[in-house]
């Protein structure tokens, strides 16, 4: 399980935090843009999988496939899905939360395939981590977003509106590794104070996004606390 959480821990950071608003709008007007995009994507597993990459992984029909080549595998399989997403929106397909949700099933699916799971024991917990860091920040983001679009229409967040919950979600999720009580009385401090800002309207955020983007912090609190017992 090493190799899969490390990979999801790359994908996420190319597909999410790496991905700027540039760069999504640039993949899909040019092949330069998607090009780009692509290959952030083994600029990040090779880093964070180097001591495995020599290793076979996987013996697909008996061909032994050392980590390099699962690489490869992986990069071209992403260039064809973001190729068949892109060009299917640009031809009018919605982009919608079931089109996003199954465009990170492909890529999940994938990184699945060509991972040793059985033989591969997690040595390290810092790959949970660097998961739910993504998760709670521009995942979180993201998904919130194309929540929100179906039912309401919106835009993409405004960047000050965009920072300010990212970094109101980490305080969340970084709650949760203080010790007790300190960690129930600030998470309870930052979630009430929030949502004061929000209801006075000092703070434009819809009630959707807020109980959303919280949910997940919280969610990935609670796996982080209690799930991994904080040994890392």
Same mark, same amino acid.
């Given at each position: 399980?090493?190799?899969?959480?490390?990979?999801?821990?790359?994908?996420?950071?190319?597909?999410?935090?790496?991905?700027?608003?540039?760069?999504?709008?640039?993949?899909?007007?040019?092949?330069?843009?998607?090009?780009?995009?692509?290959?952030?994507?083994?600029?990040?597993?090779?880093?964070?999988?180097?001591?495995?990459?020599?290793?076979?992984?996987?013996?697909?029909?008996?061909?032994?496939?050392?980590?390099?080549?699962?690489?490869?595998?992986?990069?071209?399989?992403?260039?064809?899905?973001?190729?068949?997403?892109?060009?299917?929106?640009?031809?009018?397909?919605?982009?919608?939360?079931?089109?996003?949700?199954?465009?990170?099933?492909?890529?999940?699916?994938?990184?699945?395939?060509?991972?040793?799971?059985?033989?591969?024991?997690?040595?390290?917990?810092?790959?949970?981590?660097?998961?739910?860091?993504?998760?709670?920040?521009?995942?979180?983001?993201?998904?919130?977003?194309?929540?929100?679009?179906?039912?309401?229409?919106?835009?993409?967040?405004?960047?000050?509106?965009?920072?300010?919950?990212?970094?109101?979600?980490?305080?969340?999720?970084?709650?949760?590794?203080?010790?007790?009580?300190?960690?129930?009385?600030?998470?309870?401090?930052?979630?009430?104070?929030?949502?004061?800002?929000?209801?006075?309207?000092?703070?434009?955020?819809?009630?959707?996004?807020?109980?959303?983007? +919280?949910?997940?912090?919280?969610?990935?609190?609670?796996?982080?606390?209690?799930?991994?017992? +904080?040994?890392?």
């Amino acid at each position: 399980m090493e190799i899969f959480f490390r990979l999801l821990f790359g994908h996420l950071l190319a597909d999410f935090t790496f991905q700027t608003n540039f760069i999504a709008d640039w993949k899909r007007r040019s092949y330069l843009g998607l090009f780009v995009h692509v290959f952030t994507h083994p600029a990040c597993y090779i880093p964070l999988l180097w001591p495995f990459l020599g290793d076979v992984w996987v013996s697909p029909f008996g061909i032994p496939l050392t980590g390099w080549v699962c690489l490869v595998i992986i990069t071209i399989l992403h260039f064809v899905e973001d190729w068949f997403r892109v060009t299917m929106v640009n031809r009018g397909w919605p982009d919608n939360t079931a089109f996003y949700t199954w465009d990170q099933f492909i890529h999940i699916f994938i990184i699945w395939l060509v991972s040793p799971l059985k033989a591969q024991p997690m040595m390290t917990q810092w790959p949970y981590l660097g998961i739910f860091f993504v998760v709670v920040t521009h995942f979180a983001t993201v998904t919130v977003y194309f929540i929100e679009k179906d039912i309401y229409g919106g835009e993409y967040p405004e960047t000050n509106e965009k920072y300010i919950s990212i970094m109101q979600r980490l305080v969340v999720w970084m709650a949760f590794f203080l010790p007790s009580p300190w960690w129930f009385l600030v998470l309870l401090f930052v979630l009430v104070s929030f949502g004061r800002h929000v209801w006075t309207r000092r703070l434009e955020f819809t009630w959707s996004s807020v109980v959303l983007g +919280n949910f997940i912090a919280i969610a990935c609190g609670l796996i982080t606390r209690f799930g991994l017992k +904080n040994h890392f």
